[in-house]
């Protein structure tokens, strides 16, 4: 496993919750997976979900009135 790069502390597998605010826009992505450090909390995506949560943000830009929250996909 690695190591949280703020505490040192060690990186598990798990999922969070992606928050993003557009300019008073919200966008929540549910069931996101990712690296959380068991002592810190700190959380980090590889490079692969970095690029799906930009994918699903840019198509949610175009429909977004206010508030949206949809679940992740690979």
């Known amino acids: 496993m690695d190591k949280c790069f703020f505490c040192k502390g060690t990186l598990e597998n798990s999922v969070t919750n992606y928050m993003l ?3 008073g826009q919200f966008i929540i992505i549910k069931n996101v997976p990712c ?3 068991t002592q810190c909390g700190e959380v980090s ?3 692969q979900t970095m690029k799906q949560l930009e994918k699903i ?12 929250i949809v679940e992740y996909a690979a």
Do not use: G, R, S
């Open 21 to 23: 605010d557009l300019n």
């Open 57 to 68: 943000v840019a198509q949610l830009k175009q429909a977004l009135t206010e508030v949206a």
């Open 45 to 47: 995506f590889n490079y």
């Open 35 to 37: 690296h959380k450090c």
